[in-house]
């Protein structure tokens, strides 16, 4: 049987994999999947750094295998009874494959010991609640045991507002850490990504010695719709990115994904060696 050439292309176009390519969803170009992958999803054209869960942060950071997850029986309740939050958060963990929006643990960067958290935003914004903050709180107080360097890696809306009080006490709980920590002479390295907002950002990810940001990350605490409708005043266009907090002292450096683990194991080892 002879093949008709419009039988022929679609043929040739039901053998092409759905995910051959990705959308840039900042400039839209068309990038060859892998190669986005491999450049852990910055875009080759633009340099747009797309968010990445809490693994891929790990994956990215960290020596190849030597995470360790730490705390993982912990998993958030409904100590409100708030209406669809048990819903919302099963959902949540259903999509992500996660308990909960904060993951910590022990690894090892360069070969050096360091205990490490990220916040996954596709789990309800990377929101902190207490299971959130009960994580930061013992990843930093096992830091401070071990004497081991500290880093944390932010992407959150801010705290879970279906904890309520419970959810704003960890404010006051993981700065506490915090500060038990750098009075020990542990290094903590805040790493900010997109977004960093609110309840989180207004404590511990606001306290590193050193605090790294991603290029373009939203970084701030109220959103700029509400600074300008409260204070009646027009912000600047880049109110609230890296670069914004960079030029006003707020950061210490902007770093792109890809120097980023080369960046932080040169700190520490100023630190520490």
Known sequence: ??????????????????????????????????DWLRDFKVCSRCGHHERLSAHERFDLLCDEGSFQ????????????????????RTAAQLKTGLKDSMLVGGAKMDGRDIAIAASDFRFMGGSMGSVFGEKVTRMLERAREDKRPAI???????????????????????SAAVARLQNAGVPYIVVLTDPSTAG?????????????????????????????????????????????????????????RARLKDHIALILSLLLD
């Open 69 to 88: 997850e730490w705390e993982a029986d912990l998993a958030p309740r409904d100590p409100l009874g708030f209406p669809a939050y048990e819903g919302k």
């Open 152 to 174: 944390a890696c932010i992407s959150t809306g801010g705290a879970r507002m279906q904890e309520g009080l419970l959810s704003l006490m960890q404010m006051a709980k993981t």
């Open 200 to 256: 989180v950002q207004a404590s511990f990810a606001s306290l590193g010695d050193v605090i790294l940001a991603e290029p373009g990350a939203l970084i701030g605490f109220t959103g700029a719709r509400v600074i300008e409708q409260n204070l009646r005043i027009k912000l600047p266009k880049d109110f609230q990115s890296a670069e914004f907090q960079l030029q006003h002292g707020q950061i210490d450096d902007i770093v792109p």
């Open 1 to 34: 049987m002879v093949m008709s050439p419009g039988g022929a292309s679609a043929a040739r176009m039901n053998q092409i994999p759905d995910d051959l390519m990705t959308k840039c969803s900042s400039c839209g170009t068309l990038l060859v999947t892998k």
